[in-house]
C-alpha cells in the first residue's frame, strides 16, 4: 500500500495499487485508509467509502488505454485473502502467468466474486454484507469459461481456450 511504484491514485481515502500478482492483464486493488477487516465487518457507516472506492475504480478504468477493448469488473472476494477490505478491478481477459489454479480462476468467475454494486445495494438494504454459507465451496467448481460456459479440465486448456475470447 505504501511502496510509490504500486500506486496508480491515492487520495484522502483510498489508495488503488497494482495487484502484485495480476490474475489479468489489468488488475488494481482499491484499498481504504481506514483499516476495515472484512466485508463481515462493514456497516452502514461505511457505504459512502464504498461507494467512493467504486467510483475511483470506475476512473482507474477509464483512465485504462484498454478500456474499449477489455471488459472489467469491480468487485470484493467474499472470502479474501487478505484482512483489509478491498475492491478489485480487473479485466476480464485473465490473461496472466499469475493466473495458476482452479482457486484463482473460481474466485472472480463465480459467486464467490461479489459485486461492487451489489455490495453497496445489501449495506444499503441490510446494513452489512451478508455472505452465504458454502461460499468456500464455490473455489472447488469445475473451470468454467466465464463467456462462453464451456468447461474445461486444466488451467492450461482453459488458458488456450480463453485465447478465442479475446480482442
Not at 472470502?79 to 482452479?102: A, E, G, T, Y
Request: hydrophobic share 35%; aromatic share 8%; with cysteine.
Amino acid at each position: 500500500m505504501q511502496d510509490p511504484k504500486m500506486q496508480v491514485y491515492k487520495d484522502e481515502q483510498v489508495v488503488v495499487i497494482k495487484d502484485k500478482y495480476p490474475k489479468a492483464r489489468h488488475h488494481w486493488l482499491v484499498l481504504p485508509w481506514e483499516s476495515i477487516s472484512s466485508l463481515k465487518a462493514v456497516k452502514k457507516e461505511h457505504l459512502a467509502l464504498l461507494k467512493h472506492m467504486h467510483s475511483v475504480g470506475e476512473k482507474i478504468v477509464q483512465d485504462c488505454p484498454a478500456f474499449s477493448t477489455l471488459q472489467f469488473r469491480l468487485g470484493y472476494h467474499a472470502i479474501p485473502s487478505m484482512s483489509h477490505v478491498h475492491l478489485h478491478v480487473i479485466s476480464q481477459d485473465f490473461d496472466s502467468p499469475f493466473l495458476k489454479n482452479k482457486k484463482h480462476w473460481n474466485s472472480f468467475t463465480t459467486e464467490y466474486f461479489l459485486e461492487s454494486q451489489d455490495v453497496m445495494e445489501m449495506v444499503e438494504r441490510n446494513g452489512k454484507v451478508t455472505v452465504k454459507d458454502g461460499t468456500n465451496e464455490l473455489l472447488k467448481l469445475p473451470l468454467r469459461c466465464h463467456v462462453c460456459r464451456k468447461e474445461l479440465s486444466t488451467i492450461p486448456q482453459l488458458k488456450e481456450h480463453l485465447k478465442m475470447h479475446l480482442p
